[in-house]
């Protein structure tokens, strides 16, 4: 089945990727909802490891050599592997919060390896699998959980942009990135061509902001791909409250493509990005991919899901398990035996001590630094209310504290 609506691309091929948008008229000048359908969807390995033949997109993996195929799932073992860490990192009070992601591995790792180097990512607060295909060490993440930090790396080692609370507000910020490249581009037709990728999920698409985002983006064609992981809960709320069809469909309102890809088939997300990619990158504009996954763990830390969903509805997603099926798949075709797995295992739990040690180790947070960056100059209000605050931690102890406090900053920049 297809999940692509594409406008003349030059790209398709046979079967139903013939560039017809979207709708057949119900009536003069009036569409139906949507063409593309929840049985629409770009995959390449079902939930059993079988391949499935695409008449676009099979010519994306076709090529990958055993190596890099492995690398998939060595990438996804250990991002789950290091959410597993973090959880409990936060059970046993060294971290304020975390965000899991299990479940949706093959989501991050198929369209953050297809990117890159030169692109530049926008997440939000979940992209713990793209920031390893970035390379970044995962221990610096934990950085914004553990509250030492309100980043916690420097973007631009890696191109891949601090986490965003603000739902949606990075997509905004990805488009004038986009459009920053255009110009660079256009000033200096030697720098390297890129796209930049926005993620966001299916609670933050009913945000102003993705809208706006989409309107510009289209306007200017800037290169921008915006990846939508449908997890169909945003906290309790389902994805039926956010849409009545599947989100992909937006795209063609705006004039762009839209595809909806199988977001627990890694090889699919892997090929549907590169697409877009090159599609962006190319000068053709945007491009939007939903990527239909499930979050099985809580939203954060913080969340207990079976006050909102059905335990039936979890154990269905589980028999989608994106390491699962791909597991039986290296099996079935021969690239990866036991010792493989045992390795990765292994090389996880590895991590995940590196990543603890490196957690008990952040020092705590400067609390004092977080009045002198308020404003750029000294401001009463920010003087009075650190005045407030060196007197109360003072009225803890020795007053050690507050005298060392009076000698730092007054409430302007430091
Ligand atoms: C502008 C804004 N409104 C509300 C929130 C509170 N909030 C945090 S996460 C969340 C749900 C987001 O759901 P979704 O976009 O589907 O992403 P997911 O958490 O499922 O990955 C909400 C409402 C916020 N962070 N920002
Ligand atoms: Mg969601």
Redo the contacts with the bound molecule.
Sequence with gaps: MSGAQLPTTGRETTGTHNGTWPGSAISSGVLAPGSITDADMVQLLDEHGARHHDAMFSSYVDALDADTLRGFYRDMATVRRFDAEATALQRQGELALWVPVVGQEAAQIGSGRATAKADYIFP?Y?EHGVALTRGLDLADLLKLFRGVSNGGWDPRETNFHLYT?????QTLHAVGYAMGIQRDLAADSATEPAAVVAY??????S?GDVHESMVFASSYKAPVVFFC?N?Y???SVPFEVQSKIPLANRAAGYGFPGIRVDGNDVLAVYAVTQWALDHARSGNGPVLIEASTY?LGA?TTADDPTKYRLQAEEEAWRGKDPLVRFEAYLRAEGLADDAFFEQVKNDGDELAAHVRKATLAMNSADIRQKFATVYAQAHPLVAEELAWFNSYEASFGDGQDGETAESTTQGGAA
Excluded: K
Excluded at 200 to 205: L, M, N, R, T, V
């Design positions: 939000t979940r609370l603000v739902l949606a507000a966001f999920g299916d609670g933050a698409s945000e992981q997890n809960w945003a906290i979050r939203h």
